[in-house]
């Protein structure tokens, strides 16, 4: 039986995190999304990046919600500038 959606996003969300803690070269990873992604299909590169743009926006527009310290004040106002940037990437 196929797990349901919100049940698999939330382990894919969980392998993603696992890996950056464990992982000692966190640019392997990117390396490795990077190959990846350039490989498959433009409409799903598209459709990532829209993903990658959300989740930008919404931490920006949520950080003061949740709160930050120095540990990772650096990516709270580097998200900030980020999600200025004025884009539309449509669904084609």
Do not use: C
């Amino acid at each position: 039986m196929e797990k349901p959606v919100n049940q698999r996003n939330e382990e894919v969300i969980e392998e993603i995190f696992r890996l950056l803690n464990y992982m000692t070269n966190e640019k392997e990873l990117a390396d490795a999304f990077n190959e990846r992604v350039s490989r498959q299909h433009r409409t799903l590169q598209q459709n990532f990046f829209r993903l990658v743009h959300s989740i930008i926006a919404n931490y920006a527009v949520n950080s003061e919600k949740f709160g930050y310290d120095l540990r990772n004040e650096a990516a709270v106002n580097w998200v900030k500038e980020v999600a200025k940037i004025e884009g539309f990437m449509p669904f084609i």
